[in-house]
């Protein structure tokens, strides 16, 4: 039977579902009922990893370190993992100190095309002994040549994984089935996938993922995450199952830590909301719905229109403050045509 | 007119672009350009412009220490640590290209006249340029500013493998100099590479916490800060003046690059190069007592 290891972002993606103020009683709570369900990985942290909390994104409400402390004393199986983009979290200031609280799995990060910016971080986790990951964002906006390469790169750096990630919700089945078939196929190292909702395809897009090679697949409890959210957890695990995948969790215990996440976690679960569908459609990263909704309000200006003129300008994730000045200019053009 | 003779020390895209500024400097003139490859297309372009170049790195001003005053140092963090014991030696007035940040930071918008007489001249960061007049600007218009966070976005194709090695340090440095050159209590600073296809100009946004913002005065502040920065740099614009949103105070800059060795999207380049050549030109002044034939004179 294919075995598939799964990796649980519930307490990190899940922190742009609630604009990053997961406390550590949340946290705590939810790693424990993951960690008792056979979940292999559970990643904690900011929405964008390690030393991401900002204006720009928004500011968590605990402290990196007080998450990593907490959540590390109640896994008894499960790996601590996190998520770094170089760029906002750095060595010295954010991962040197998470691996020194026990941090076992490092997910290094860049957009799709960047790879060569984990060179130091994936290499720094390897060094310490910590298993690391690379991370490939917005990996829509790469044809599967260039993936290959950037993964290659990561490779070469230390990774021991890659996993691409659909960021912005916009692949359907059949692009997820080339390009993880393609990367599968070529690339000696396992490979991953990490599905947004946005387009209601992220369950099919993982299983896709799986029949395609695909051996470490994301999701989080009922999707906790940004925008439309995640691949949900525990949709995916009975599908894996259903299709002959182990995947070392329990049906039922997975079950109840969604039903935990859902009481404890979320004051509402993550819908495909009209917004998302245009985010996704856009090809820009969920987690701009927020700061989108916010800034279209201020300016009185359509966010569908804002999502679409951030997709025409191809910003990645990480460029939230460009929804400002889109929104500024929309309103301008507006004001001019009265 | 009596010019400062410069060596640029890394054959990369700042190196190749500050080759080119100072060759339009009516008070510099580059009697070396040093890179470690041969093959290095910057190497290339200085030998068909006629600039005396070099492939064996540091060892080329070793070996000829007498032949300039002033280096600038375009390697990179790693490789400026090196290089700096060895300058300061052989007596070498340096101005370093890369996020070190063993000399003096300077932006000269802010602290030119208290960095002329420094011997490793820092300059900080392309995020840093763009955002530290900003800073300084908000913290004169306000009594206490307790929070700064600078977001660049720069074209990935402006970012050469220095660059990408140094994140760690750009985000380091970018954030010590905020603090210390604007007296903002704390600061953040984030970098994003941006690959799409045309290439997007260089853009900074800062976001600041302050107790009472007044943005009047904000925005007059800014207004001076912007033509400082512009003297030296021509294609800094302010394209969102001092906004108060979501409470914080929001800036946008946008910077246009004069596509000397990049092509104009590469304003990040063209932000430090600037600078970097306004200092040394001053320097150049001081130590000549000489002045520019035209106010407005190239590289100004």
């Known amino acids: ?338 | 007119m009596p010019r400062l003779n410069v060596a640029i020390l890394g054959s990369g895209n700042i190196g190749t672009d500050l080759l080119i500024k100072t060759m339009r400097s009516s008070l510099l003139r580059c009697v070396l350009f040093v890179g470690r490859n041969l093959q290095s297309s910057g190497l290339a372009k200085a030998g068909s412009l006629g600039v005396p170049i070099s492939w064996r790195g540091i060892e080329a001003i070793v070996e000829k220490p007498h032949i300039c005053d002033l280096v600038f140092d375009a390697t990179s963090a790693l490789d400026h640590q090196t290089h700096w014991p060895i300058l300061d030696r052989l007596g070498k007035i340096v101005v370093d290209m890369t996020p070190a940040r063993l000399g003096a930071m300077c932006v000269p918008a802010v602290n030119r006249d208290s960095c002329l007489e420094k011997r490793n001249i820092n300059m900080v960061t392309c995020g840093g340029q763009a955002a530290i007049p900003l800073a300084c600007a908000i913290r004169q218009s306000h009594r206490d500013v307790s929070y700064v966070e600078i977001v660049s976005s720069i074209a990935a194709r402006s970012a050469g493998p220095a660059t990408r090695i140094n994140l760690d340090e750009y985000v380091e440095t970018t954030e010590k100099a905020l603090v210390a050159l604007s007296g903002c209590r704390r600061s953040k600073a984030i970098l994003i590479l941006n690959p799409a296809d045309p290439c997007i100009n260089m853009q900074t946004t800062l976001f600041a916490k302050v107790a009472q913002p007044n943005l009047e005065r904000c925005r007059a502040a800014v207004a001076v800060m912007e033509k400082k920065v512009q003297d030296y740099v021509p294609g800094y614009q302010v394209i969102v003046p001092p906004i108060y949103e979501n409470g914080r105070i929001v800036i946008m800059v946008r910077v246009q690059g004069s596509g000397d060795h990049l092509p104009t999207y590469a304003g990040n380049l063209d932000i430090i190069d600037c600078a970097a050549v306004a200092m040394a030109e001053a320097i150049a002044r001081k130590h000549f007592h000489v002045t520019p034939q035209t106010k407005n004179g190239p590289g100004l």
């Open chain 1, 1 to 338: 039977m294919k075995k598939i290891i799964v990796s649980d972002p519930t307490l990190r993606d899940g922190n742009h579902a609630l604009g990053h103020q997961l406390n550590v009683r949340q946290m705590v709570m939810y790693a424990a009922a993951s960690d008792a369900a056979g979940v292999a990985i559970v990643e904690v942290g900011h929405g964008n990893g390690l030393g991401a909390s900002s204006l720009q994104v928004g500011e968590s409400a605990i402290e990196d370190l007080a998450m990593l402390g907490a959540v590390r004393a109640v896994l008894k199986h499960a790996k601590l993992g996190v998520h770094i983009i170089p760029g906002f979290g750095t060595i010295n200031k954010n991962l040197k100190p998470a691996i020194e609280a026990g941090v076992d799995v490092v997910r290094v990060a860049s957009h799709c095309t960047e790879a060569d910016t984990t060179q130091r971080h994936i290499g720094y986790a390897r060094e310490k002994g910590r298993v690391a990951y690379g991370v490939l964002m917005m990996s829509h906006m790469a044809a599967k040549e260039v993936l290959l390469n950037e993964c290659r790169k990561m490779e070469s750096y230390g990774a021991e994984a890659v996993v691409l990630m659909d960021s912005a919700g916009a692949y359907l089945p059949a692009d997820v089935s080339e390009r993880i078939g393609f990367l599968a196929r070529n690339l000696s190292i396992p490979v991953g996938f990490h599905g947004h909702n946005n387009l209601g395809m992220a369950v099919a897009n993982s299983a896709a993922a799986a029949e395609a090679g695909a051996t470490l697949l994301d999701g989080s409890a009922r999707g906790l995450g940004a925008g439309a959210g995640n691949t949900p957890l525990e949709v995916m695990i009975a599908v894996l199952h259903r299709m002959g995948y182990s995947t070392d969790v329990d049906l039922y215990k997975i079950l109840d830590a969604a039903d935990l996440a859902e009481r404890h976690l979320m004051p509402k679960i993550p819908t495909i909301s009209s917004l998302s569908i245009a985010s996704g459609l856009a090809g820009v990263f969920s987690g701009f719905a927020k700061h989108v909704e916010r800034v279209a309000a201020e300016y009185g200006v359509d966010a569908r229109e804002v999502f679409r003129e951030l997709g025409n300008r191809k910003v990645v994730a990480g460029q939230e403050d460009v929804a400002i000045e889109v929104a500024i200019e929309l309103a301008a053009r507006k004001g001019e045509e009265k």
